[in-house]
Nanobody, 124 residues
């Protein structure tokens, strides 16, 4: 059974850093990418970053480019999101997700498996 489990969220002051982790188990052979999304109260789920399963290709939302870095530890089947220079507007529940072969793009509908989310709160 496929399972994604996020960790690493918390409360941090503006300008600080956090590293989120996503542990993947039971990975089907047909994943082609993993990504991070976030959802603030009263808003829709927003794309943050995506990495190909090999880690050779990454893509970021403009709002986080230059501040966030997505990476993978293939030996551990773990994906990370390093978040630096955090801003209050980064406050949200962060989700990791997996996209299957044959799917493309960064909309949430393209991702098949989801974690339960981890809260990130940035105080001003």
């Amino acid at each position: 059974q496929v399972q994604l489990v996020e960790s690493g969220g918390g409360l941090v002051q503006a300008g600080g850093s956090l590293r989120l982790s996503c542990d993947a188990s039971g990975r089907p052979l047909n994943w082609n990418a993993m990504g991070w999304f976030r959802q603030a109260p009263g808003k829709g789920r927003q794309f943050v970053a995506v990495s190909s399963w090999s880690g050779s290709s990454t893509y970021y939302a403009d709002s986080v480019k230059g501040r966030f870095t997505i990476s993978r530890d293939s030996a551990k089947n773990t994906m990370y999101l390093q978040m630096n220079s955090l801003k209050p507007e980064d406050t949200a529940v962060y989700y990791c997700a997996a996209r299957l072969l044959g799917r493309a793009g960064t909309s949430p509908e393209e991702f098949r498996y989801w974690g339960q989310g981890t809260q990130v709160t940035v105080s001003s």
